[in-house]
């Protein structure tokens, strides 16, 4: 078993207007075979937390740390937190004209394993794993997101995901712009991914409806760049009764009497 372990994150980023803090102390620990879901309204800091998981150079880690079985993330290049097994996939996953799919997935599975996969073994799981994400044969031509759409992008991250086998997979809002039957496609991928490969999984999202496919044991409220309060399945369903309208008020009772 492994343990990413997040202990009084504090992050910000530099704006026209100076320092802005973004996370305000996060602490939470995920477990490989274990699904978290992290919920909350936009400009809440979710994506802020996935991206410095990730080691995007935008944000500025200013105390806390993040440790991947006890290893000091925070002292890893972004490439060296792939092959130590995170794997963040984008809310807005960007193209890469010039680079074929093939050429990029056998590359990056190389650079993550530190070897080269058998060809055949890996056209073999290449061809499976577009198939059950419904993804065109001739995508694997294509340059990597050139031209597809946002569902097929998301289907693409989630090829990834299942073809990487990292320990700690971070999906940034998988859920949005997919239609009903890709959200179904690309959530039985997760699954997959999560069965087959013992992963760990950090859930973002605004709403439930992912999460009728992927099924959370802990649920994490975020809101101002904290987490509100951590429940079970049952948080979730109560969120969808009743909004984050109580976790904002109080945060904004919380900002003044600061």
């Known amino acids: 078993m492994s343990t990413l372990e997040i202990k009084d994150l504090h992050v910000s980023i530099e704006t026209e207007q100076g320092v802005k803090e973004i996370l305000k102390g996060v602490t ?20 802020t937390l996935a991206s410095t998981i990730a080691g995007h150079p935008r944000y500025t880690v200013t105390s806390g740390s993040i440790t991947l079985d006890g290893e000091d993330v925070l002292a890893m290049s972004v490439d060296a937190r792939a ?16 680079v074929t799919m093939t050429n990029f997935l056998r590359t990056a599975k190389t650079a993550i394993d530190g070897k080269a996969p058998a060809l055949r073994t890996w056209t073999k799981d290449v061809k499976a794993a577009m198939e059950q994400l419904r993804i065109d044969a001739d995508f694997a031509q294509r340059n990597v997101n050139e031209g597809f759409s946002g569902g097929e992008k998301k289907r693409v991250e989630i090829l990834q995901l299942e073809l990487f086998k990292p320990k700690f997979a971070i ?52 809101v101002d ?22 976790y904002l008020a109080a945060a904004g009772t919380a900002s003044a009497q600061a």
């Open 83 to 98: 092959r130590a097994g995170l794997f963040l996939a984008m809310q807005y996953p960007v193209e890469v004209p010039g």
């Open 171 to 222: 999906l940034d809002e998988t859920d949005s712009g997919l239609d009903v039957d890709a959200l179904k496609v690309v959530s039985e991928g997760v699954n997959r991914a999560q069965d087959e490969g013992n992963m760990g999984t950090l859930l973002i999202t605004h709403y439930t409806r992912i999460l009728r496919y992927i099924k959370p044991q802990f649920v994490h409220v975020f």
């Open 225 to 246: 760049g904290k987490i509100a309060e951590q429940g079970g399945p049952e948080l979730a369903d109560r969120l969808e009764d009743e909004g984050y309208d109580r």
């Open 28 to 47: 939470l620990t995920v477990k490989t075979g274990e699904t978290h879901a992290l919920m909350g309204p936009n400009g809440s800091g979710k994506s």
